[in-house]
């Protein structure tokens, strides 16, 4: 291990399916680097010294790690589970944290005020209790229980229902949303956000989904989750102070903030700092 | 209205961490004072309303960046309805 806490994750820096032959010049962390096919053919990693970097392909993406993995990538089993339609959405550069990304798909209570008549609508805006937990066997942040009425859960969804979530933070800059399936009882659709942090206050948002669902055009399930995902943006970019502050400050955190604070404090614990504001303004 | 105790345990040993809960409890218009114990713990007593109680738990549990909380125990010690 390098010892750096921020070095040793594993980030996203690109969708297999639309890594050209060119390649990818982009940025994480703050340093330049640049993602392109080997003699291999395998997806090929390296920083501004040449430098070859650790690759890993999975959920559609090319993951990297700037410094020496401190652990194997994440496992998402759906991933895996046969009949599950996956699904890259794409990517959406958003000028703020990517702790500040990652902490707004966490949160519920916005989902009537900026999605207003699909993941959320008024009155029903109450957040109703939940469990959050910090699972120390795995290492991940885990709020579970989580209910909320939408007016329209999914793309496949007929009506308004009340749909129950999990919500999972299995690393510091990627959050995975387990909810209902309208189609499928029993089963959670999937739907993920993998945060590739360009800057502390800069970070592209790779969504990616895992969904039973036979019947909606693959263009319509992207078109509704990029809709979910600029709706976001406009907020995203102006949330003050711009990065995530690991103490409260000025904030009043209140009941329905508890899956946020758990991840903040799990931040801490782990000493990730990158895009984080570590003494109240 | 409600009074309660807290009992914070963790890596607390940081000066900062009185005076952090201060100002927390006078931002959240509470009413309260924060001590040391004899076992390393923080104790808080706290009056105020249910929801802001809730409220103060929650920024403990998160504190100031010198200090890592554990546990926050609550124990009630009052509870007074208001008109």
């Keep these: 291990m390098s010892g750096d806490p921020i070095l040793d994750e594993w980030y996203p820096v690109a969708l297999v399916s639309q890594l050209g032959p060119l390649g990818r010049d982009t940025r994480l962390l703050g340093q330049p680097i640049r993602v392109y096919w080997g003699t291999d053919h395998q997806p090929q990693v390296s920083d501004a010294n040449g430098r070859a970097l650790p690759v890993t392909c999975r959920y559609g993406h090319v993951w990297t790690c700037p410094g020496t993995p401190s652990r194997p990538l994440f496992d998402i089993p759906e991933a895996d589970q046969p009949g599950r339609r996956l699904v890259d959405v794409g990517v959406v550069r958003v000028k703020c944290s990517p702790l500040r990304a990652v902490e707004n798909f966490l949160d519920i209570a916005h989902f009537p005020f900026v999605h207003t008549d699909i993941l959320g609508a008024e009155p029903h805006t109450e957040v109703g209790r939940y469990d959050v937990q910090i699972r120390d066997e795995v290492d991940e942040v885990w709020a579970t229980k989580v209910q909320f009425y939408q007016p329209q859960a999914a793309k496949s969804a007929a009506g308004g229902i009340t749909t129950e979530y999990m919500y999972r933070v299995p690393a510091p800059t990627v959050a995975v949303l387990y909810k209902t399936c309208p189609p499928r009882p029993g089963e959670w659709d999937v739907i993920t956000l993998f945060v590739q942090p360009l800057e502390q206050d800069l970070c592209e948002v790779w969504p990616w989904m895992a969904l039973f669902d036979d019947t909606t055009s693959l263009t319509d399930l992207i078109h509704f989750q990029q809709t979910i995902f600029v709706q976001d943006r406009s907020i995203l970019e102006n949330q003050l102070p711009r990065l995530l502050p690991l103490d409260p400050g000025m904030e009043i955190p209140t009941r329905a903030d508890m899956t946020s604070i758990a991840y903040r404090r799990w931040l801490k614990r782990r000493g990730y700092s990158f895009g984080a504001q570590l003494v109240a303004a | ?83």
């Design chain 2, 1 to 83: 209205m409600a009074t309660e105790q807290f009992l914070i345990a963790g890596e607390l040993r940081a000066d900062s961490f009185l005076p952090w809960i201060e100002r927390h409890i006078r931002r959240l218009g509470l009413h309260g004072a924060a001590s040391w114990r004899a076992d390393g713990q923080v104790e808080i007593i706290l009056s105020g309303p249910p929801d802001l109680i809730d409220a103060m738990e929650l920024g403990v549990s998160l504190g100031p960046i010198d200090v890592w909380v554990e546990t926050v125990g609550r124990r009630p010690l009052a509870n007074t309805e208001t008109a």
